[in-house]
């Protein structure tokens, strides 16, 4: 590993059009991940803190940007739920490694709201709408069998039937109130812009890479 290292160079310097708009840049490097065919374009790590103060992070799908909200989907009685419930501020990283590009996302979490989840749920595939009622994310499993079995029994359970959002899947919007981009540079020269909330407003600056 000690000599596994590339040097960037694609990045252009970051520019923000305005700063009132924090996460425009980022809806803009999702569509480039997108359009460059990046696998898992919208990918993100969300990191929480437990009731013992100890972080822990995952991936999760980013699926979600309006205003200065971020929004992922994911089970409400998840470790990550609890812990969301518990300390509601979270940080969000999204690294595209063809792009050379990080983001990283500070904020407050908040359940989303429930129709915003109900929409989602209603344009994802029959079997992860199943595969939400079967999962009882977080929580101890005894055999693949017993999974495989309970998607069975969702799946006649609702046969021929609209799959409804089960009461304990829903989404978390995060406010950002701080926005760092990241682009690597030749010779580890990287750029960074980072956007903080004040009462005033947005400022923007940038900082040592
Ligand atoms: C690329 C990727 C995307 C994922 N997307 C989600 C997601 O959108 N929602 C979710 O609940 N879990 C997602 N997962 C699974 C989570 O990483 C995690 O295992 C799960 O949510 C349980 O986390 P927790 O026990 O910390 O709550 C994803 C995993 C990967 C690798």
Redesign the pocket.
Known sequence: MRDVRRDYGQGAPIEIDDPTKPLELLSKWVQDAIDAGVT?PN?MNIATVDARGNP?N????LKHIEGDDIG????LE????VEIQGHSMVSATIWWPELERQVRIEGVATQMDRGLAEDYHSSRPRKSRLAAWASD??RPLGSREELERRFDQYDSKFDGEDIPLPPFWGGYTVRADRVEYWEGRPSRMHERVVLTRSEEGWNLGRLYP
């Open positions: 898992e990918a822990r995952r991936m999760v799908l992922f989907f994911t089970n998840s470790d990550k739920s994310q977080s």
